[in-house]
């Protein structure tokens, strides 16, 4: 008995190494409706202005990089954020005098969920195993959740997008 009770205690050890190292991420969810005055949001492109008005001739206020997080104010989530001519009016931080104003909608993701890495982890062209692989990220990356697809994530890259394996 205590031959089998050894075997056995080894093999569920092992069973729970293996069953450890499949995880690759800690995914943190979007924020849910009723917990903050607007919704953040992160800048996808290398370089998006602020402006005074909605539009894109209008006084620029300050300019923003990748990966910046405004905050969305007015967004009605799920329904979307309140738009006008395509830009989205938000602040740059929760103090009384931090910069408001608006910025195009189209350069930016509201309420992503995010993926940050727990180990090296490979980021794929296309959602499959045999696709080239684009990009190894370190662990502690932190990137915004685009779109789920079965056992996938699509990610935001400095301007490009990759799929990383659930």
Known sequence: ?????????????????????????????????????????????ESLTLREKPGSSSRAIQTLKYGDLPIVVGADLPAGPKTENGFVYCTLGDAEDSPCGWINADYIFINPAWLVTEKKTGVYAWNSSDAPRIALLNTGTRLPVLKEEGNWLLVSLRGAVGWIKK
């Not at 031959?3 to 943190?28: D, H, N, P, W, Y």
């Open 1 to 45: 008995m205590t031959k089998f009770g050894g075997r056995l205690f080894l093999l569920m050890l092992l069973i729970s190494l293996g069953c450890t190292g499949a995880v690759q991420a800690e995914i943190i969810p979007p924020y849910e409706p009723g917990q903050q005055i607007g919704y953040p949001a992160v800048v996808l492109c």
